[in-house]
């Protein structure tokens, strides 16, 4: 649950995906990601220790309200370094005494080791006549 | 004492009296036991035998509150919410006996944060406020919170408070604490008005006057305190009393010159966009949004205070928002809390920054009733908005003549532009939905559920019903229901708390349901867990009084927003940040909702965190509900 939206910002529905725009550039499906290094199976275990799925959700797929997608498909990793220690939007800056290069190169193995989604044209639910109802 | 022993009549002498026996029961044994201090009290001879004094008058067929019913009944309160307290006794006999429990019907609740929260979510559906008694001191502190949400988001609330004003009627001990020199002193800030009337035709006046104020936009609580005496004490027979007639006030409307003047802006736009929040009051205002939408063909972005626009219409362009709104020429902004935040954005970094995100030279046109009434100590009053036309004015009683001032001024160029304008808007709109289906996909089958995946599955059992959802859908739901389903009609959609106060939404969601009741539709309640844990006995309450309500928890067993804003400060700090479920999680160990709802008579399953077992339990839920019943279903998700 949510105690409250936003106290102290007081971001409306609206104005969050504004917000939200700051960050977009972290996400970038067609950009060509960089061969990380690191180990996805530790970072797997950081992205949930250090509540990078608070925001972001447990399979990177984001929210409109908190912080966008950053998996699967991140963008490239020095422009993912980059953002996460000088962000332009309301992302909180993570130095170096916070997320070390190594564990923020296992956590971008992480996201880059997420399975592709299903496509939204097979799953029924996503269907546009699952919209469509019927007259009352 | 001003009163003479024999105007003494009723309560307080029945409490001398009881008071008497009591004491001659003790003088009787002379030895009292263990046995007789444990047993009740047993009267003596001479209370049994003994007349009371020709003075005293012990029973009465016609007390006060009898009359104050009637009032209520004139003013068409259907339900009491309440939790019983002794400084309303009498209000309470006078409904159940007097009154026939009907119209008003006493709704028991176990807390009066409850009772206002139900009166708040009732309010939403049904247009006009339910009651609600509250005892005294206690009562109404318990009740505070709900109030001041209730008067963020301008919804009518009728408060009715026992208090026992005569210091002299009071009894010895608890009644003393259950009593306050001036009661409404604890929420003056954030009721609209409020009285105490002394005397059964004061209390006529005040009680259709506190309605009448609560119904007139801006609409907001009122607090009428009700003397413990005048309930309980006979009504003279040479009273005279009368209702006084009941004359809502129009809802005021925009200066026609001003209203002309945004026609006139609106019209010779390029890009006017239309945000509105708290603009649909009522149906009616929903229609004419849509028409005034259409006539122009601008884009429509809903903050969902309530449903203001078909979340479907080719023009609302809610999920564009920074796109419309930097392009944008001509902002017309309809009950709008903070139509600053609207054009600017806000950075919540070490050093805080705003920016203006709207284009130069852009109009901003305010409506909204809240120019008209303001109070300054809680600052719901967001930032100071810069406009360049503030109407002053209700905005579903405005947008008849906004729409007809357009109207007049649309010649065949203009007809044509918008025309231009209306197609590229819908494609755009189109594109947006394509984009939000796809951004549904990622975390579709996770463990825990998505919100995404949650809210596609409940629409898939809900869209070929009669449906309503009664609660908020943000920031937890990342708004998905709003994106994915299709909202046409105004009672699908009532918003959020209004003052953020958490445990509104549990008891919102009854109180909606309990206005949705009567008209057979499926009430849908998409439920926080903390927020629940505030005060989970309203589940009781709708076990209870058969209020049929479906509950589908986003159990995401954290105070989520906390979470992060811990996460912030932590690296603001350079701290490091596995810390941030301290004080801000709910686990270890995790709440068993399934079986909280069961114990209160609530045909509750889960948890549920694979999605695959969503529908099925979703559907066995919903039969619970169209048999007339609660159900809850307790769904683990993802933060967001």
Wanted: aromatic share 6%; glycine share 8%; net charge neutral.
């Amino acid at each position: 649950m949510d105690r409250a939206v936003s106290r102290r910002c007081g971001i409306r529905r609206f104005i969050a995906p504004l917000m939200i725009a700051g960050f977009l550039i972290v996400v970038c499906p067609g950009a060509e990601a960089q061969a990380s290094t690191g180990n996805a199976k530790n970072g797997k275990q950081i992205y949930a220790s250090f509540g990078c799925y608070e925001c972001h959700g447990r399979e990177g797929q984001g929210s409109v309200l908190s912080g966008p997608r950053i998996g699967p498909h991140p963008i490239q990793f020095s422009a993912f370094v980059k953002y996460i220690r000088q962000p332009k939007g309301q992302m909180p800056p993570y130095t170096d005494k916070v997320v070390s290069e190594v564990e923020l190169a296992d956590i971008y193995a992480f996201l880059q080791s997420l399975p592709p989604p299903p496509d939204p044209k097979k799953i029924p639910l996503l269907n546009p006549d699952s919209g469509a109802k019927k007259s009352k | 004492m001003a009163k003479s022993k024999t105007s003494s009549v009723g309560r307080r002498n029945f409490l001398k009296t009881a008071a008497a026996g009591s004491v001659a029961t003790l003088i009787a044994g002379a030895q009292p036991s263990i046995h007789s201090r444990s047993a009740a009290p047993i009267m003596s001879k001479a209370a049994e035998t003994g007349n009371p004094a020709s003075v005293e008058v012990l029973t009465t067929d016609r007390p006060g509150s009898d009359f104050m019913i009637d009032v209520f009944k004139s003013l068409g309160l259907e339900y009491i919410c309440a939790n019983p307290g002794s400084s309303f006794r009498g209000l309470q006999e006078s409904v159940v006996n007097y009154g026939g429990n009907k119209a008003p019907e006493f709704i028991t609740c176990c807390h009066e944060e409850s009772a206002v929260g139900m009166a708040h979510g009732y309010a939403k559906i049904e247009g006009k406020p339910l009651g609600v008694f509250a005892h005294s001191t206690v009562g109404l502190q318990h009740a505070a919170m709900a109030i001041f949400n209730a008067y963020c988001d301008r919804v009518p609330v009728y408060i009715v408070l026992g208090n026992t004003i005569d210091a002299t009627m009071r009894r010895p001990g608890v009644e003393w604490d259950h009593s306050v020199q001036d009661a409404a002193a604890m929420v003056r800030d954030y009721v609209k008005w409020d009285d105490l009337p002394i005397s059964l035709p004061h209390f006529a006046e005040s009680a259709v006057r506190a309605y009448k104020i609560a119904m007139t936009p801006p609409m907001m609580p009122v607090l009428l305190v009700s003397d413990a005496e005048l309930q309980e004490n006979p009504v003279a027979d040479n009273a005279g009393l009368r209702i006084p007639k009941l004359t809502l006030a129009t809802p005021p409307q925009g200066d026609s010159g001003a209203v002309a003047e945004a026609a006139r802006l609106l019209v010779a736009a390029e890009n006017p966009v239309i945000v509105a929040d708290r603009a649909a009051r009522t149906p009616a205002g929903m229609a004419h949004l849509i028409e005034l939408a259409e006539t122009l063909q601008a884009p429509v972005i809903d903050q969902a205070a309530r449903l203001n626009f078909p979340t479907r219409h080719p023009l609302n362009h809610s999920q564009r928002g920074r796109e419309v709104i930097a392009e944008a020429d001509v902002i017309l902004g309809l009950e709008l809390t903070d139509f600053w935040g609207v054009v600017t954005s806000f950075r919540d970094q070490l050093q805080r920054s705003s920016r203006f995100i709207a284009a130069d030279g852009v109009k901003l046109i305010s409506m909204t009733a809240g120019d008209l009434y303001m109070k300054g100590n809680y600052q719901d009053i967001q930032r100071y908005p810069e406009v360049d036309l503030a109407i002053a004015a209700d905005a579903e009683a405005t947008l008849p003549s906004l729409i007809e001032a357009v109207k007049r001024l649309i010649n065949e160029d203009r007809k044509r532009t918008f025309q231009g304008r209306g197609s590229k808007l819908a494609s755009a709109q189109q594109d947006a939905f394509e984009q939000t289906r796809t951004d549904a996909i990622y975390g579709w089958d996770a463990n825990p559920i998505s919100t995404a995946r949650l809210s596609a599955e409940l629409w898939a059992q809900i869209k070929d019903k009669d449906w309503s959802l009664v609660s908020d859908v943000a920031p937890g739901m990342s708004n998905w229901p709003l994106r994915l389903w299709e909202f046409d009609k105004h009672y699908q959609f009532i918003g959020g708390a209004g003052g953020y106060g958490v445990g509104y939404g549990a008891p919102a969601a009854v109180g909606a349901a309990l206005a949705n009741r009567k008209h057979g539709r499926l009430s849908v309640n998409i439920q926080c867990d903390g927020d629940l844990m505030y005060a989970p006995g309203v589940l009781w309450t709708a076990a209870h009084h058969h209020i049929p309500l479906l509950n589908i928890m986003h159990n995401n067993r954290a105070y989520h927003q906390e979470v992060m804003h811990l996460q912030r400060m932590a690296n603001r700090h350079n701290r490091g940040i596995k810390r941030a479920g301290i004080g801000t999680t709910i686990s270890d160990p995790n709440i068993d909702f399934a079986k909280l709802a069961q114990s209160m008579g609530v045909h509750g399953e889960g948890p549920i965190s694979d999605p695959k077992d969503l529908a099925p339990a979703i559907r066995r839920a919903i039969e619970v509900v169209e048999r007339g019943e609660p159900a809850l279903v307790d769904v683990v998700t993802q933060p967001r």
